[in-house]
């Protein structure tokens, strides 16, 4: 069963549908989701006082509001909002840090419409002001740190009618393989070391 | 009618809550809400490219989704979360900017129960990374900021069993009083200039 936004996009309860799909090449024997591996990292960083970057929660439009005791109040009506921003923010090392995650199970390219126009012009701006912007694609048993500035570019080849994904040869190339730990899962601080200090 | 927060704290839908409740001092003539004023404020800082902030989505935990047509997904029950961090947060200049925006009626003092020990957790944390944070209160007719440094003072002396609130002498002391304006209507980006840069 498919949810979907007004304008017909689906929706896509992460964990949950984790645990329905088909094994994933990534994740098929850990029973994770890209999702609960990077809040794990970000738990690890937090907890030992290297970063403070969180997701933001799921945009939703509370219509009606149920109150059947003093203790709770629960939500009787509401609906998804598509997100404006990217999912995960924060600050490490006095950067500004602003992400968005994404996989695929495709074995040969990553499709852009993994992302939306109004994330891209998000980011955008976030790199005018100077922030440190990325997208962590899980893909082809990797996942890989992509800047930014490099989407953009794969962004506007679609945009002037080119192809709408980004091959493994280009994921390769422009890309950096972010070393997979037991505490920090995904440790993409490790990369912002090596790109920025 | 007041909803609570599985741990008892009242849950106030802030822009509703604006258009019942009595005359407020700040915004008695405006039918406007700190929220909205902040939205709007950020919004104008967005379409001007001065800064990237945003007010993260209230965060639910969402229990039932119903699937009525293929256009829309109905969330049927979901409840309320407290959130482990501020409201908002972003870029400017490079530098990461996270605050918390919070009003009183009183007319001597800003009760420190506005805060909840989380928040103040995370803005230590934002702190310690170098980030820019601080507080937004609107009070006494005014709009200040105050530095999260300073607000942990009076914080710190709650715990050890001081007052419960800061009073009106005392944010006059700490606190930076916001410029007021037509477009940028809290325009605290003023005060971090004077501050940071």
Known sequence: MIFR????KAY???EQARKKQQ??????NR????EEDLNETNKYYLEHKLAVIHKKPTPV????VDYPRRSAAVIKEAYFKQSST???NGIYRAKYIDFEAKETKNKTSF???NFHAHQIEHMQNVVKQGGVCFVILSAFNEFYYVKAEDLFIFWQRQQNG?????TIEEINKVGYKIPIGYQARIDYLKIIDKLYF
Chains 1, 2 share one sequence.
Do not use: A, C, H, W
């Open 12 to 14: 896509e309860p992460k």
């Open 31 to 34: 029973g994770m989701s890209l």
């Open 61 to 64: 439009q509370i219509v009606n």
């Open 86 to 88: 990217t999912d995960y």
């Open 162 to 166: 080119g192809r709408k994904s980004i």
């Open 5 to 8: 936004y007004p304008n017909g």
């Open 111 to 113: 499709p852009l419409q």
């Open 23 to 28: 094994p994933s090449f990534t994740y098929s």
